[in-house]
């Protein structure tokens, strides 16, 4: 194969789509490691976060989006849709994300609109096909070329890895010739930190419900490497707008809090490959969904 310059491909692609298509598992899987949250929940992913798969003819820089939905609400969420918007005007190409289970849905068809008018390619990538039959699939993927005329249609499943090598093969047709971007051992442009503290956040969504995963924030606030004691010390702050919030995140005597401790210090020793000595604390920042200053400082 070869390899030179010339005939080596390297850009960047958005991962789009409404929330909850699985677009972070999607991204994980192509990267082969974990490098974005997922959870069950809609809009778990908050702001543009890259995952880098590095080949011998191709780097493919995924860039995971927040869910785009048409009714953003709270400042954070409407800070969320923009990122994502945004993030289409800087890519190389655009992996449309539909999820085969439900359906094509009208938010999915006012996405396609947009789509079909960016000046890049845009490939269609029909998810979850592990949960329909054949005969389902068929017509949704005539109805998704009926919404990307003369795009690729690629079906896959991020779960079973069903083709995901057709898929990156797509992918790489399209994008531009060039050199790498970043080193061949880089999965991911996040800091240690913020993963650390994205880990706390997805154990937040999956052990707290309802309203109450959406109005958390978590931000590490100490990142200590005691390498002599292969021990990384992290402590993190949880946010949230509501004083019965707090309670709800703590449970009783403790018990929530100190089960999210538990999972995310086993994720984060999984992770760095150390023990991990991990504190949380809980502080209610009334309305900081609201607030620009908040979410300035939260990075949102």
Request: proline residues 6%.
């Amino acid at each position: 194969m070869d390899t030179s310059e010339s005939h080596h491909h390297c850009g960047f692609v958005a991962l789009v789509g409404r929330p909850n298509v699985g677009k972070s598992t999607l991204l994980n899987a192509l990267v082969g490691a974990k490098v974005a949250i997922v959870t069950p929940k809609p809009q778990t992913t908050r702001t543009r976060l890259l995952g880098i798969k590095t080949l011998p003819q191709a780097q493919l820089i995924f860039v995971d989006t927040p869910g785009i939905h048409r009714h953003p609400g709270s400042l954070l969420n409407q800070r969320m849709v923009e990122t994502a918007l945004r993030t289409l005007q800087e890519t190389d190409c655009a992996a449309f994300v539909l999820d085969a289970e439900q359906g094509i849905t009208g938010e999915d068809e006012a996405i396609a609109k947009n789509l079909v008018t960016l000046h890049v390619p845009v490939i269609g990538v029909v998810n979850k096909i592990d949960l329909v039959t054949k005969g389902e699939l068929l017509p949704l993927l005539e109805r998704t070329a009926a919404l990307l005329p003369d795009r690729e249609i690629v079906p896959v499943s991020a779960v079973t890895g069903e083709n995901l090598e057709e898929l990156q093969k797509t992918l790489i047709a399209v994008l531009p010739v060039g050199p790498a971007l970043y080193p061949s051992d880089e999965l991911t442009d996040q800091s240690e930190r913020v993963l650390a503290q994205e880990i706390v956040r997805e154990q937040l969504f999956l052990h707290t419900h309802q309203e109450v995963p959406y109005a958390t924030a978590a931000v590490v606030e100490e990142f200590t490497e005691k390498p002599e004691k292969n021990l990384l010390v992290i402590k993190v702050v949880i946010y949230v707008e509501r004083p019965s919030q707090r309670a709800i995140v703590i449970g009783e005597r403790g018990t929530r809090l100190k089960q999210i401790g538990q999972a995310a210090r086993a994720q984060l020793e999984a992770f760095f490959g150390c023990k991990v000595f991990l504190e949380l604390f809980v502080k209610v920042a009334k309305g900081w969904t609201n607030s620009p200053s908040m979410l300035k400082e939260l990075g949102l």
